[in-house]
């Protein structure tokens, strides 16, 4: 069956103090994985899409890696302003669907 | 531009009522889905759309309908509303079908509706 699993549920990091997100997954035939960051009372907005193992992206002080069995979000140094919930999701393997994560909470204090 | 909308933001039901949340979107996207959010649950998708015309169903369709007559609109359906449907609900967008090697996986998400039914 087809699952994406986020941890951890939350984190909250003194502002400057660098962390992971993971996100492990179990589909057949991996298409791609896709990052999200969502703000309260907002809707998703994307971030990144990942397609092979190896491959890195970045954006500001946020960095998405990929192995054979999970995604890690990395934040360097970060700012309050990067507090929100993040979000990943993987096409299914046999429709045209996006499975989500239950996401990751993150707080970041001054 | 502006983008999905989505219309009531937010929405009181009783127990039974039906109503439709509209989405619409102008950016001529042929990939449209509605999907639901819930605390601990992450998002689940109820239907999507591949283009007008064409539904199918997601995880969690039971007790939502949808129709695509037009690449623009893709409104959902609550037939008989009951408190389990309590949730936010977003509709979303892609210009890509999603199985697709070449996809980005680059949803455009509305602001979302908050419904509650008592």
């Known amino acids: 069956e087809d699952q994406v699993t986020q941890s951890p549920e939350a984190l909250r990091l003194q502002e400057g103090e660098s962390s992971s997100l993971n996100c492990s997954y179990t589909?057949?035939?991996?298409?791609?994985l896709f990052w999200y960051r969502q703000d309260p009372g907002k809707g998703p907005e994307f971030l990144f899409t990942?397609?092979?193992a190896g491959e890195e992206k970045e954006k500001e002080r946020l960095k998405a890696t990929l192995t054979k069995k999970e995604s890690f979000l990395h934040i360097t140094a970060p700012k309050p302003e990067d507090s929100a919930t993040y979000l990943c999701?993987?096409?299914?393997?046999?429709?045209?669907?996006?499975?989500f994560g239950s996401g990751t909470r993150l707080s970041i204090r001054p | 531009n502006a983008g999905v909308t989505q219309t009531p933001k937010f929405q009181v039901l009783k127990t039974g009522q039906s109503m439709t949340l509209q989405c619409a979107q102008d950016?001529?996207?042929?990939?449209m889905s509605w999907y639901r959010q819930d605390p601990g649950m992450g998002l689940r998708l109820i239907h999507y759309?591949?283009?007008?015309?064409?539904?199918d169903q997601g995880e969690v369709p039971n007790g939502y309908n949808v129709s695509r007559s037009t690449t623009e609109d893709f409104p959902l359906r609550l037939l008989s509303a009951a408190p389990s449907q309590t949730s936010v609900y977003f509709c979303?967008?892609?210009?890509?079908?999603?199985?697709?090697?070449?996809?980005?996986?680059?949803?455009?998400f509305g602001e979302g509706s908050r419904l509650t039914v008592l």
């Open positions: 759309s591949v283009g007008a015309g064409i539904t």
């Open positions: 950016m001529n996207h042929e990939y």
């Open positions: 999701a993987v096409p299914y393997s046999s429709a045209s669907k996006i499975i």
């Open positions: 589909v057949s035939g991996l298409r791609g």
């Open positions: 990942l397609y092979s």
């Open positions: 979303a967008s892609s210009p890509f079908p999603v199985d697709s090697l070449t996809n980005t996986g680059e949803l455009f």
